[in-house]
C-alpha cells in the first residue's frame, strides 16, 4: 500500500511505524519503564510550580505524548510540562486568577489551546524560522535567569514558609521576612533532599564505578536517585506523622485517567493570554527543537523544524482537552530517553501507558510525599541549566553578544520571563541592523602575482591611481543606502586624478529599491565629475534584479565578472 | 580669533558667517522678498491645516528660521510649517483637545517642545541613522498617501461644508452627506482658485515664454501665481461682500510680533504626546534632509545630518515658545529659496524679518481672504507630492518593497500617517531580516583560464570531486546559523567522495557568537564524517574577531587568503 507524500508529512508515525521490529520494541519499552519512573516525581513538581493541582503535571504528559509520537519528527524528545513553561504559565496566570481557583486551572488550558493552535498554525504556514530570532546568546540569558527564579521560588517549599513576589528581589526580600515561622523539619526534609540529590548528580556514579560497579548500572542508579529521595521521605513522613509537624505534603490526588476538558473560550481571557500563549509556543519551541537537534545530531537523524511545530501543537491541543496545561520538549526528560536508548516514538506511547497506570493506581502513594521533596528535585534540576560563563564568553567575542546576554538576563531577573526574552530579541535583532547600518567599505588593490583583491590598509598591494576600488562589506539596503553616497563622497573630495570608481560587489548580496536609488544618484553625481562608474563581481541574483531597471544601461562605466578583469582593462585605459 | 573646533561643529553660522561678502548679501535679500511673499498665504494655510489659528503658520515662521539660520548646516533649507507635519499636528491633538481651544494651542506648543528636545537629543548623540530605517519605498508611500487625506480634507472648504472624519473613508463620506450644504460661491471662488493655480503651475510658464517674456520673469510669474489668487480673491470677497453670502473667510487675526508663550508641561499631557512627538521629529528630520541633501548636491556642498537635527531640534524649541507649533524643512519653500538664489541661511534670517514685518502691519489685509483660497494652494501644494507609479516601480524591481509601499500607502490611508508609517518601517525591516534568514548558499567552481570562482549551475566552471566549495551570501548571525548547518548536512548527504569542505566567505560580513557556535558545531561532525573544513577570503575584522576564539585552532583544515589558493592546495591533495 503506498501512501500520498501529502499525508506522509504530517503523520511521520507513518514512516518509522512500517519499520517497527522487535528489537526497537524491547529498546523502546526498556527506555518507558526509566522515563515513566523518572516522570512521576518531575511532572508533579512542575505543577505544582506552575500553580496547578500535581496531578496536572500528570495529565500534561499522558495525551500530549501520546500526539507528539504520532506527529513529531524527533525519536528521542520526550513531551511534557517543563520547567521554564511552568514558570512562565504561572506568570502569565498569576494576572488572571488565584492559584487553586477553578478559573486558574481553566486559563491553564486556554493558554495550552491558545500555544497549541500558534504552533500548529506556524507549522503549516512553515514560520519555524521566527524562531531563529531567538539568538544563542538571548536563549543562554534567559534559562540561566530562569534556573535562578525557579530556584528561588522552591526556597519557601525548602524552608515551610509562605513567600510571595513578582519579581527576584521582592520574592527574596519575602522570603527574608518570614524567616522567623520556618518549619525546621521541613528544612531538615529539603536540605538533606538537596544536598542528596546533588551528590547522585555529580559523585554517585565515581562512587560507585570506584567500587566495581557497572556503567550501566550506574547510570541507573544515578537516574534512580530522585525516585529514592521521594520514597525515603514519603516514609520517613508517613511512619513518623510529620506533616503533623507542620510538614506540607502533597495530600490527596484523585485517581482518574486525563479528564476530558473544555477550555475557556471568553474573548476576554483569550486576548490577555494572546501574547503570553505565543512566548510560550516560541520559548518552547526552541528549547524542544534545541533538544531535538542535538539528540538527533547524535544518531546522525534529521529532523524537521516545521514538522515539529506541528507535533507541539497536536501535544498542547491535547494538553488542553484532558486536564493538563502547556508543554514542550524538555531537556532533562529527553536526555533521559535518549540514553535509556528509545529508538523511535513507541517509547513515548508506552511512557503514556506507564503514567496512566500511575494516574489511575498509584496517586495515593503520594500523598505523605512532602512538597519539600518536589521543590529539591526542582532546584536541583534547573540548576544544572544555570551558566554565567556565557557573560565571559560573548564579552571576550563580541561586545553586542555580550549586550544582548545581560540584558536579557537583568531583565528578566527584574521583571520576568516574557519581558527579558522580548527585550532581548529586539535588543539583538537592533544592534545587529545597527551593525549593518554603517558597513565596513575596504579600498582594494590587487595582492601582486595574484588575480586576488584586498584591503590596501591590511596588505601589500599595487593599486593605479586613477582606478579607485571599493569593496563594500555589507548589502546594500535602506538603512545603509545614504551612508555609501555619503562614503563615495568623501573619499572623492580633493583627489583630482581619480577617473574610474569601481564597486567590487562580492559581499553585496542583495539591492534593494532604496539603495538602487542611490546608486543611480552616486552614478549620474560620479558623471557630472567626469568619473566613471563600474561594477564588479556582481553575484547572480543581483545582477538578475538590476537588469529589470534601467541602472545598468544608464551605468556610464562597465560591469565585469571579476574585479581583476576591471583591473586590466582599467589600468590600461590609465595607461 | 580661533574658535575652538567644539564650539565650530554646533555653530556651523561661525563658518559662513566669517566670508559673509555683499554679492553674497544681494543674493540673499533678493531670495528672502520672494521667499517671504510666497510664505504669507501658505504659513496661515498650513496653520489651518493643523487646526490652529491662522497667525500660528507665521509665528512658526520667524524665530524657527532665525535659529536654524544659526545651527542648521544647509544653505538653502527654508524651515517653517509644512503640509505633511501640520496634517500629523492636527491628527495627535485631535485626541488631547477640541480644535479652537485653548488647551488645543498649548498642546500644540507641547507638542513642538517635545519635537525639538528629541531631535536635539538625537543630534547630540549622533542617532540621525534613525532615519535611515525609513526605507524609499514607505517614504514614497506615506507622502502619496498623506498628500490624498490632505486635499480630501480640504474639499470641505472648497464646498463651504462642515466635514470631518477620522480616516479618509469617513471624511469622504461625511462630504458626501453635506453636499446638500453647499455654498456655491464658495465653490465658485475655490474650484477656480484650484484650476488657476494648477494652470500657473503648468501652464503660465510656456505660455509666458511662447510670448516672449524672459526665462526669469516668467518664473518669478509661476510664483506669484498663490499670491495673485490671494490678491484677487480677497478683493472680490471685500468688493462683492461675499462673507455675507456665506463665503467662509481668514477674519481678524491679531497685529503682533510672535508672542512669548508657555507650552502646557503636564506629565500625562507629555505622556501622551510622546509617540506623535516622536514620529513627527523622524518624518519633519527625514523629509528636511532629503531636501537638503538634494539642494547642497546640486551645488556640491555637504550638509552633517547629526547637526541637522540640532539645526531642527532648535527651531522646533523656539516654535514651542513663540506661539508656534511643529515645523521642518519644507520642499516647496525650500526649493522656492534654492531657486531664487539663496547663498547662505542669512537668506532665512531676513525672510524672519520681513514675516515679522507682515505679523505686525500685514494681518488686516487678510481679514477677508477666503479660507477656499487657502484650501486651493494647499491642494495644488500636496498633489504635486502625490505619486502613484512608485507602485509599478517597486513592482517590477522587488516584491518586497513594492509591499512595503502598499502597506504604508493602505494603512496610511486608513488610519493615518502615524500608523501607516509605522507599519511600514516594521514590514521593512521584518523582510529585510527574513530575506537574510535563508541567504542564498552557491556552490562554485574555477572560471577557467582565471583565479576567479563562480556559481556552477550560472557558469562553465571547474570543479574537483573531492573539495566542496560552498560561498555564503550573507553575514551569519543568529537568524541564519541554523540554516547553514542545514545547508551543509543537506549537500553532504549521499557524497561519499567528498574529503573537503571549503566555506568561502568573501561575502560573510560578520560572525556572530550564534554563528561561531553553530561553525564549532558543523566543524565538529564534518570531522567525525572524516572531511576536512576550510575557510577562504575570510575578511580582515571577521579574521580579527574569529582569532580570539579557539574556533581557528579547533578547525580540522586551513584558512587560505584566497580560493584560488584553497583549490591548488587541496586539489593537488586530491590529485
Request: aromatic letters at 8%.
Amino acid at each position: 500500500m503506498r501512501i500520498p507524500v501529502a499525508v506522509r508529512r504530517y503523520l511521520p508515525v507513518l514512516d518509522w511505524g512500517r519499520d517497527y521490529d522487535k528489537s526497537a520494541l524491547s529498546n523502546d519499552l526498556m527506555a518507558a519503564v526509566i522515563v515513566t519512573i523518572m516522570l512521576i516525581p518531575q511532572s508533579l513538581a512542575y505543577a505544582l510550580l506552575a500553580g496547578l493541582p500535581p496531578e496536572a503535571g500528570l495529565y500534561a504528559s499522558i495525551v500530549p505524548i501520546l500526539l507528539y509520537a504520532v506527529f513529531g519528527t524527533s525519536r528521542a524528545l520526550a513531551v511534557g510540562p517543563v520547567a521554564v513553561v511552568s514558570l512562565m504559565t504561572a506568570a502569565a496566570l498569576g494576572n488572571i486568577a488565584d492559584q487553586g481557583t477553578m478559573g486558574y486551572a481553566l486559563a491553564a488550558l486556554t493558554l495550552a489551546l491558545l500555544s497549541g493552535v500558534m504552533l500548529l498554525v506556524m507549522g503549516v504556514f512553515k514560520l519555524g524560522f521566527l524562531a531563529n530570532f531567538l539568538s544563542h546568546p538571548v536563549i543562554s540569558g534567559f534559562i540561566t535567569a530562569s534556573g535562578v527564579i525557579i530556584a528561588a521560588s522552591q526556597i519557601k517549599h525548602l524552608l515551610g514558609i509562605d513567600a510571595s513576589g513578582g519579581n527576584l528581589a521582592e520574592l527574596l526580600m519575602s522570603i527574608w521576612g518570614n524567616l522567623g515561622n520556618v518549619n525546621w523539619t521541613t528544612v531538615s526534609i529539603g536540605v538533606s533532599a538537596t544536598l542528596f540529590l546533588f551528590w547522585v548528580r555529580k559523585g554517585l556514579k565515581p562512587f560507585l564505578r570506584a567500587r566495581g560497579v557497572g556503567p550501566r548500572a550506574a547510570d541507573v542508579a544515578t537516574k534512580a536517585g530522585p525516585v529514592a529521595a521521594v520514597v525515603v521521605t514519603t516514609l520517613a513522613v508517613w511512619f513518623f506523622d510529620l506533616a503533623g509537624q507542620g510538614v506540607k505534603i502533597v495530600g490527596a490526588v484523585p485517581q482518574s485517567l486525563p479528564p476530558l476538558t473544555m477550555p475557556d473560550l471568553s474573548f476576554d481571557l483569550m486576548g490577555n493570554l494572546l501574547l503570553p500563549a505565543f512566548l510560550i509556543s516560541v520559548i518552547g519551541f526552541v528549547e524542544s527543537i534545541s533538544v531535538a537537534q542535538t539528540l538527533a545530531a547524535k544518531r546522525r537523524q534529521r529532523i524537521n523544524p516545521d514538522q515539529e511545530l506541528i507535533g507541539l501543537g497536536a501535544a498542547n491541543i491535547g494538553a488542553a482537552f484532558t486536564g493538563g496545561y502547556p508543554v514542550t520538549g524538555g531537556f532533562a526528560r529527553s536526555v533521559v530517553n535518549f540514553d535509556a536508548g528509545a529508538q523511535t516514538p513507541a517509547t513515548g506511547a508506552y511512557t503514556a501507558v506507564g503514567l496512566a497506570i500511575a494516574a489511575l493506581a498509584l496517586t495515593p502513594l503520594v500523598f505523605f510525599l512532602p512538597q519539600a521533596t518536589l521543590a529539591a528535585t526542582i532546584i536541583v534540576a534547573v540548576l544544572t541549566l544555570v551558566d554565567f560563563t556565557i557573560l565571559k564568553k560573548s564579552w571576550s567575542y563580541s561586545k553586542s553578544d555580550f549586550a544582548a546576554v545581560l540584558t536579557t538576563m537583568l531583565i528578566t531577573l527584574g521583571s520576568g520571563v516574557e519581558l527579558g526574552v522580548t527585550c532581548g530579541v529586539v535588543l539583538s535583532i537592533f544592534l545587529h541592523l545597527y551593525k549593518t547600518t554603517k558597513p565596513h567599505i575596504a579600498e582594494v588593490g590587487l595582492v601582486p602575482g595574484t588575480e586576488h583583491f584586498r584591503n590596501i590598509n591590511r596588505h601589500d598591494v599595487e593599486t593605479c591611481p586613477t582606478v579607485l576600488t571599493l569593496r563594500i562589506d555589507e548589502s546594500l539596503y535602506f538603512a545603509n543606502a545614504r551612508f555609501l553616497e555619503d562614503c563615495i563622497y568623501d573619499r572623492l573630495a580633493g583627489d583630482t586624478c581619480l577617473r574610474h570608481v569601481v564597486l567590487m560587489c562580492s559581499a553585496i548580496n542583495e539591492i534593494d529599491f532604496s539603495a538602487l536609488e542611490s546608486l543611480e544618484a552616486i552614478n549620474t553625481r560620479l558623471r557630472d565629475m567626469g568619473i566613471k562608474l563600474h561594477l564588479s563581481e556582481v553575484k547572480g541574483p543581483v545582477m538578475d534584479r538590476l537588469k529589470k531597471q534601467h541602472f545598468i544601461s544608464d551605468l556610464t562605466g562597465s560591469v565585469f565578472l571579476s574585479q581583476h578583469e576591471a583591473y586590466v582593462a582599467l589600468g590600461k585605459v590609465a595607461a
